[in-house]
């Protein structure tokens, strides 16, 4: 097994994700048999090979520090699910 | 010909002649997508208001002689870009009611040429997907053959033009997700290098990987549509700032000398005999129009899916953390609390593949794991670019099939997604070497199934895919096949 139900659980609780048991029982199933597969890039020697997190090379990437207009309080808030005054509204989050 | 059957050029020029109005033509392609959507599905939204004001609109700018060619030209764009005002749901049920407050800077450049926006395109969720079945609004069907699926990521933008439900569309690629639908359903898809294209305003998937593409019925729409949105933009930071080429200029119907690579790691056993034989034809095609073929090696093509599926999901389930029923998106109706109301909105928001693309990426990021699952596949990442510099040293662009069998049966893969990913061998390493890809129609499986020939260039060699996928084009007659319905 490369991974188990125990830490199929953890990895949800770190993705913020509620899973019914059945998801947790497929999903376990369903990684194992990804992660088996993805094994197979440790048949390549990677000593000394630099990571690629992007394809064309880019330094810091700057840009004049300027005032624009922003799209503004409105229409910030304008899908919010919950809102009080020019706030998004949240359950409470200290007891 | 109906209106609806048209390219963009061959719109352009009845436009130009007053032989047409805008409004007539938005007209007919809002009409044939009601005649026919109800089959297809390739729309989540629908936009005839919208719509027919910006035709009308279209035909005061061509009134006072200030048209471009994309002036009054019927499009549809896939459901990840924003388009302000218009509802965007990246075929979520976590945003079916998001309205977002301005647009992507693609759509921006379409719509400031006059295009007339008709509708936005079903998709997988979020673009995790090779079929378009993981659509929260329901599976889109491959016109060509409605029992099959179109492809995916970008289903909806490619079975549109193959029902010729609007003239051109967007689609995003982040591991052929514009290729692979448009090579199921017969049309041109083109995946700029990564950076040609802004990516602002783009619902992210996997960010090292996303980008922007059209798909048409003709090369030369293509062009114009790459020409259209390519170039630098200060609000997408890896956007490279480099002039844009008149892509159009590329259509120069001449490959004499071109030397085209054939990877002998695309042409294995398991091949569909008709995709073989499809492969075949085609380079004879090119051989007849005085191109030389190169035998090439890209030795790291075998591990370009597991390297894949790591990186992607990696940055996904860092991408997809900012839905967690805050400021927009869905909210469960009950929160006990803020954990309780990020878990339980995602839950409900989120479908089955987009939940194990999170699980499988969070997994691969967290503690312990890291190094083995997420450094491991960025270093061989480095490996499979370097094949493909490798090749572009003694060729000028890469020859092969874009899927490795015609489109499967709806519901044939969703059970088992590993098979699901493989589907994606030809066309992931790409998006890995961050260089272009284009999908011509190359030919018609025995029961009717398009075949696509995919073509692939340098890091910013997009002229070069085009030349050489228009040549094929003006000598075949595929992409003249219209899908029956």
Partial sequence: ?95 | MELFDLTIHELHDRLKKKEVSAVEATRAMLARIEATDGRVNAFITVTPEEALAAAAEADQRIARGEMDILTGIPVALKDIFLTRGVRTTCASKILANFIPPYDATSWLRLKERGAVLVGKLNQDEFAMGSSSESSAFGPTRNPWNLECIPGGSSGGSAAAIAARQATATLGTDTGGSIRQPAAHCGCVGLKPTYGRVSRYGVIAYASSLDQVGPVTRDVRDAAIMLGAVAGHDPLDSTSVDRPVPDYTKSLTNDVKGLKIGLPSEYFIEGLDPDVQQAMDRAIETYRGLGAEFVDISLPHTDYAVACYYLIATAEASSNLARYDGVRFGHRVSDPTGLMDMYCRSRAEGFGSEVKRRIMLGTYALSSGYYDAYYLKAQKVRTLIMGDFLKAFETVDVILTPVTPTPAFRIGEKVGDPLQMYLSDIFTIPTNLAGTCGISVPAGLSRDGRPIGLQLVGRPFGEEEIIRAAHAFEQATTWHQQKAPL
Avoid at chain 1, 40 to 66: C, Q, W, Y
């Fill in chain 1, 1 to 95: 097994m490369k991974i188990t139900r125990q830490q199929v659980e953890n990895v949800a609780v770190l993705a913020r994700l509620e899973l019914s048991a059945a998801e947790t029982e497929t999903f376990t199933g369903q990684m194992d048999a990804i992660l088996a597969y993805v094994d197979k890039l440790n048949e390549l020697d990677t000593t000394g090979i630099v990571p690629t997190s992007h394809a064309v090379p880019m330094e810091n990437a700057f840009r004049a520090d300027e005032v624009r207009p922003s799209i503004g309080v409105e229409n910030a808030l304008a899908n919010a699910p919950g809102r009080m005054e020019e706030f998004f509204r949240v359950p409470k989050v200290i007891e």
